[in-house]
Protein backbone atom coordinates (compact mmCIF):
# COMPACT_ATOMS: atom_id res chain seq x y z
CA UNK A 1 0.00 0.00 0.00
CA UNK A 2 1.69 3.28 -0.72
CA UNK A 3 1.93 5.85 1.52
CA UNK A 4 -1.55 8.19 -0.11
CA UNK A 5 -3.54 4.89 0.22
CA UNK A 6 -2.79 4.75 4.05
CA UNK A 7 -3.33 8.37 4.65
CA UNK A 8 -6.36 8.22 2.80
CA UNK A 9 -7.61 5.34 4.72
CA UNK A 10 -6.79 6.88 8.02
CA UNK A 11 -8.20 10.05 6.69
CA UNK A 12 -11.18 8.21 5.47
CA UNK A 13 -12.08 6.65 9.24
CA UNK A 14 -11.05 10.00 11.18
CA UNK A 15 -13.64 11.94 9.48
CA UNK A 16 -16.14 9.58 8.24
CA UNK A 17 -16.41 9.64 4.99
CA UNK A 18 -14.40 8.35 1.57
CA UNK A 19 -11.29 10.04 0.56
CA UNK A 20 -8.95 9.59 -1.76
CA UNK A 21 -5.64 12.02 -1.26
CA UNK A 22 -3.04 13.15 -3.17
CA UNK A 23 0.39 14.21 -1.87
CA UNK A 24 2.46 17.12 -2.88
CA UNK A 25 6.34 17.78 -1.26
CA UNK A 26 6.09 20.35 1.61
CA UNK A 27 9.62 21.58 3.83
CA UNK A 28 10.18 18.75 6.37
CA UNK A 29 12.83 19.17 9.49
CA UNK A 30 15.81 17.56 10.11
CA UNK A 31 14.66 14.35 11.42
CA UNK A 32 11.00 13.83 9.36
CA UNK A 33 9.96 14.00 5.66
CA UNK A 34 6.67 16.27 5.21
CA UNK A 35 4.13 16.84 3.06
CA UNK A 36 0.45 18.65 2.53
CA UNK A 37 -2.27 15.85 1.57
CA UNK A 38 -5.40 16.98 -0.64
CA UNK A 39 -8.55 16.16 -1.02
CA UNK A 40 -11.72 17.18 -2.13
CA UNK A 41 -10.79 21.14 -1.78
CA UNK A 42 -9.18 20.72 1.74
CA UNK A 43 -5.63 20.12 2.85
CA UNK A 44 -3.56 18.63 5.29
CA UNK A 45 0.18 18.27 6.87
CA UNK A 46 1.50 15.05 6.65
CA UNK A 47 4.73 14.10 8.16
CA UNK A 48 6.80 10.29 8.29
CA UNK A 49 10.07 8.91 8.70
CA UNK A 50 10.88 5.96 7.03
CA UNK A 51 12.74 4.50 10.09
CA UNK A 52 10.98 5.81 12.69
CA UNK A 53 11.58 5.77 16.50
CA UNK A 54 9.20 4.05 18.72
CA UNK A 55 5.86 5.83 19.59
CA UNK A 56 7.57 8.96 17.58
CA UNK A 57 4.44 9.97 16.66
CA UNK A 58 2.01 9.14 19.22
CA UNK A 59 4.30 11.21 21.74
CA UNK A 60 4.41 14.10 19.35
CA UNK A 61 0.23 13.92 18.45
CA UNK A 62 0.10 13.83 22.81
CA UNK A 63 1.84 16.50 22.93
CA UNK A 64 -0.43 18.43 20.44
CA UNK A 65 -3.11 17.43 22.41
CA UNK A 66 -2.34 18.59 25.62
CA UNK A 67 -1.45 21.77 24.34
CA UNK A 68 -4.40 22.46 22.50
CA UNK A 69 -6.56 21.38 25.71
CA UNK A 70 -4.51 24.31 27.75
CA UNK A 71 -6.62 26.65 26.00
CA UNK A 72 -3.68 29.26 25.82
CA UNK A 73 -4.44 31.66 22.34
CA UNK A 74 -1.72 29.89 21.10
CA UNK A 75 -2.70 28.07 17.92
CA UNK A 76 -1.76 24.65 18.20
CA UNK A 77 -2.69 21.98 15.07
CA UNK A 78 -5.44 19.71 15.32
CA UNK A 79 -4.33 15.99 15.09
CA UNK A 80 -6.00 14.11 12.45
CA UNK A 81 -4.40 10.88 12.56
CA UNK A 82 -1.26 8.84 13.47
CA UNK A 83 0.41 5.58 13.31
CA UNK A 84 2.83 3.97 15.06
CA UNK A 85 2.96 0.81 12.74
CA UNK A 86 6.64 0.76 11.71
CA UNK A 87 9.12 1.49 8.54
CA UNK A 88 6.55 2.57 5.87
CA UNK A 89 3.23 3.08 7.84
CA UNK A 90 4.11 5.13 10.23
CA UNK A 91 2.80 8.63 10.45
CA UNK A 92 1.31 12.08 11.56
CA UNK A 93 -1.50 13.92 10.15
CA UNK A 94 -2.28 17.42 11.60
CA UNK A 95 -4.33 20.49 10.66
CA UNK A 96 -2.55 22.14 7.71
CA UNK A 97 -1.87 26.29 9.09
CA UNK A 98 -0.44 27.98 6.00
CA UNK A 99 1.72 30.50 7.21
CA UNK A 100 0.33 33.97 7.84
CA UNK A 101 1.90 37.23 8.11
CA UNK A 102 1.81 38.45 12.28
CA UNK A 103 -0.66 39.93 13.19
CA UNK A 104 0.16 43.37 15.41
CA UNK A 105 1.21 42.68 18.89
CA UNK A 106 2.33 39.04 17.72
CA UNK A 107 5.35 38.76 20.45
CA UNK A 108 2.85 40.32 23.22
CA UNK A 109 0.34 37.20 22.49
CA UNK A 110 3.09 35.09 22.04
CA UNK A 111 4.24 35.96 26.02
CA UNK A 112 0.65 36.12 27.27
CA UNK A 113 -0.33 32.69 25.65
CA UNK A 114 2.89 30.64 26.92
CA UNK A 115 2.35 32.13 30.32
CA UNK A 116 -1.42 30.76 30.34
CA UNK A 117 -0.01 27.15 28.92
CA UNK A 118 2.50 27.05 31.61
CA UNK A 119 -0.61 27.41 33.99
CA UNK A 120 -1.54 24.09 33.16
CA UNK A 121 -0.44 21.79 35.48
CA UNK A 122 -0.28 17.52 36.34
CA UNK A 123 -1.84 16.38 39.47
CA UNK A 124 0.92 13.66 38.69
CA UNK A 125 3.71 15.91 38.92
CA UNK A 126 6.74 16.37 36.60
CA UNK A 127 6.66 14.07 33.73
CA UNK A 128 4.10 13.17 30.59
CA UNK A 129 2.09 10.44 29.99
CA UNK A 130 4.85 8.43 27.50
CA UNK A 131 8.17 8.84 27.09
CA UNK A 132 9.13 11.13 23.96
CA UNK A 133 11.86 13.17 22.03
CA UNK A 134 13.59 15.56 21.62
CA UNK A 135 14.58 15.91 18.55
CA UNK A 136 15.38 12.45 17.71
CA UNK A 137 17.13 11.70 21.31
CA UNK A 138 15.00 9.72 23.85
CA UNK A 139 13.07 11.87 26.52
CA UNK A 140 12.33 9.73 29.24
CA UNK A 141 8.94 11.29 31.24
CA UNK A 142 8.53 9.21 34.10
CA UNK A 143 6.67 10.92 36.22
CA UNK A 144 8.24 12.02 39.53
CA UNK A 145 6.72 14.53 42.64
CA UNK A 146 10.33 16.55 43.06
CA UNK A 147 11.49 19.16 39.96
CA UNK A 148 15.38 19.11 41.21
CA UNK A 149 14.87 14.87 40.97
CA UNK A 150 13.53 15.10 37.97
CA UNK A 151 15.52 17.31 35.96
CA UNK A 152 18.77 15.42 37.84
CA UNK A 153 17.85 12.25 36.73
CA UNK A 154 15.51 12.49 33.14
CA UNK A 155 16.88 15.41 31.90
CA UNK A 156 20.67 16.55 32.52
CA UNK A 157 21.29 13.15 34.23
CA UNK A 158 20.57 11.48 30.95
CA UNK A 159 22.32 13.60 28.27
CA UNK A 160 25.49 13.44 30.65
CA UNK A 161 25.03 9.44 30.43
CA UNK A 162 24.07 9.79 26.43
CA UNK A 163 27.48 12.07 26.21
CA UNK A 164 29.54 9.42 27.78
CA UNK A 165 28.43 7.10 25.14
CA UNK A 166 29.60 9.05 22.50
CA UNK A 167 33.30 9.83 23.85
CA UNK A 168 32.60 13.52 25.41
CA UNK A 169 36.19 14.57 27.84
CA UNK A 170 36.33 13.04 31.50
CA UNK A 171 36.61 17.07 32.58
CA UNK A 172 33.75 17.33 31.91
CA UNK A 173 31.31 14.46 33.01
CA UNK A 174 33.58 15.17 36.03
CA UNK A 175 32.06 18.55 36.18
CA UNK A 176 28.48 17.58 35.43
CA UNK A 177 28.69 15.41 38.28
CA UNK A 178 29.54 18.20 40.68
CA UNK A 179 26.48 20.37 38.91
CA UNK A 180 23.85 17.65 39.14
CA UNK A 181 24.76 17.44 42.93
CA UNK A 182 24.49 21.05 43.47
CA UNK A 183 21.18 21.32 41.79
CA UNK A 184 19.03 21.80 44.81
CA UNK A 185 20.63 24.60 45.61
CA UNK A 186 21.11 26.22 42.16
CA UNK A 187 17.47 25.57 40.52
CA UNK A 188 15.24 28.02 42.95
CA UNK A 189 12.26 28.00 44.68
CA UNK A 190 9.65 25.08 44.13
CA UNK A 191 6.57 25.57 41.40
CA UNK A 192 4.06 23.52 40.49
CA UNK A 193 4.68 21.75 36.96
CA UNK A 194 3.91 23.20 33.75
CA UNK A 195 3.01 21.74 30.36
CA UNK A 196 5.78 23.61 28.40
CA UNK A 197 6.22 22.82 24.55
CA UNK A 198 9.89 21.97 25.74
CA UNK A 199 11.70 22.00 22.12
CA UNK A 200 10.71 26.13 22.03
CA UNK A 201 13.22 27.72 19.34
CA UNK A 202 12.28 30.05 16.43
CA UNK A 203 11.90 27.30 13.82
CA UNK A 204 8.93 25.74 15.92
CA UNK A 205 7.15 28.93 15.94
CA UNK A 206 4.45 29.78 13.59
CA UNK A 207 2.31 32.15 12.00
CA UNK A 208 -1.22 30.82 12.04
CA UNK A 209 -3.31 32.08 8.96
CA UNK A 210 -5.48 34.61 10.90
CA UNK A 211 -1.63 35.64 11.68
CA UNK A 212 -1.59 34.68 15.38
CA UNK A 213 1.74 32.63 17.05
CA UNK A 214 1.43 29.16 16.26
CA UNK A 215 3.20 26.61 17.92
CA UNK A 216 4.64 23.38 16.00
CA UNK A 217 6.67 20.07 16.60
CA UNK A 218 6.84 20.00 20.53
CA UNK A 219 8.95 17.64 22.79
CA UNK A 220 6.27 18.50 25.17
CA UNK A 221 6.01 17.44 29.00
CA UNK A 222 5.24 19.22 32.34
CA UNK A 223 7.97 20.93 33.65
CA UNK A 224 9.49 23.48 35.16
CA UNK A 225 8.33 26.69 33.13
CA UNK A 226 12.19 28.60 33.44
CA UNK A 227 13.09 25.35 31.37
CA UNK A 228 11.01 26.65 27.93
CA UNK A 229 12.49 29.88 28.61
CA UNK A 230 16.01 28.40 28.41
CA UNK A 231 15.60 26.91 25.44
CA UNK A 232 14.10 29.98 24.30
CA UNK A 233 17.07 31.89 24.31
CA UNK A 234 19.68 29.50 23.20
CA UNK A 235 19.29 30.31 19.56
CA UNK A 236 17.41 33.93 19.80
CA UNK A 237 14.47 34.91 17.68
CA UNK A 238 12.29 35.95 20.35
CA UNK A 239 12.29 40.00 21.08
CA UNK A 240 12.46 41.41 24.90
CA UNK A 241 8.30 42.18 23.97
CA UNK A 242 7.64 38.01 24.80
CA UNK A 243 9.33 37.52 27.90
CA UNK A 244 8.26 41.13 29.03
CA UNK A 245 4.59 40.00 28.36
CA UNK A 246 5.16 36.93 29.73
CA UNK A 247 5.91 37.99 33.23
CA UNK A 248 3.46 40.69 33.30
CA UNK A 249 0.92 37.84 32.87
CA UNK A 250 2.53 35.25 35.22
CA UNK A 251 5.54 37.15 37.38
CA UNK A 252 8.59 34.19 37.24
CA UNK A 253 10.63 33.75 40.36
CA UNK A 254 13.43 36.05 41.17
CA UNK A 255 16.75 35.35 39.79
CA UNK A 256 15.08 33.63 37.14
CA UNK A 257 17.48 35.26 34.24
CA UNK A 258 20.22 33.55 36.38
CA UNK A 259 19.16 30.50 36.14
CA UNK A 260 18.22 30.27 32.32
CA UNK A 261 21.73 28.66 31.24
CA UNK A 262 21.32 25.84 33.76
CA UNK A 263 18.00 24.88 31.47
CA UNK A 264 19.93 25.86 28.22
CA UNK A 265 22.82 23.57 29.26
CA UNK A 266 20.00 20.44 29.01
CA UNK A 267 19.76 21.46 24.90
CA UNK A 268 23.30 22.47 24.33
CA UNK A 269 24.54 18.32 25.51
CA UNK A 270 21.16 16.95 23.37
CA UNK A 271 23.02 18.81 20.24
CA UNK A 272 26.09 17.61 20.88
CA UNK A 273 24.81 14.26 21.55
CA UNK A 274 23.00 14.61 18.14
CA UNK A 275 25.27 16.17 16.56
CA UNK A 276 28.85 16.25 18.29
CA UNK A 277 31.48 19.35 16.96
CA UNK A 278 31.35 22.66 19.63
CA UNK A 279 28.38 21.62 21.78
CA UNK A 280 30.15 20.10 23.71
CA UNK A 281 32.95 22.84 25.28
CA UNK A 282 29.79 25.30 25.04
CA UNK A 283 28.38 22.78 27.62
CA UNK A 284 31.11 22.32 29.42
CA UNK A 285 31.28 26.25 29.29
CA UNK A 286 27.53 26.59 31.01
CA UNK A 287 28.77 23.67 33.22
CA UNK A 288 31.35 25.73 35.14
CA UNK A 289 29.55 28.37 35.10
CA UNK A 290 27.88 27.53 38.13
CA UNK A 291 30.52 26.00 39.83
Given at each position: ?????????????????????????????????????????????????????????????????????????????????????????????????????????????????????????????????????????????????DWV????????????????????????????????????????????????????????????????????????????REA???????????????????EEA??????????????????????????????????????????
Amino acid sequence: MSRAQLVSAALSEALGEPLEVTLRGAGGGCINSAAIAEAGGRTWFLKWNERPLPRQFEAEARGLEAMRAAESGLVIPAVIARSDAGPGQSFLLIEHLPPGARQPGFDEALGRGLAQLHRASAAEGFGFFLDGYCGATPQPNGWLSDWVEFYRERRLGHQLRLAEQRGIGRELLRDGERLLERLPELLGPPEPSALIHGDLWSGNLHVAPDGRPSLIDPAAYYGHREAELGMMVLFGGFSQRVFAAYEEAYPLAPGWRERLDLYTLYHVLNHYNLFGGGYGSQAHGLIRGYL
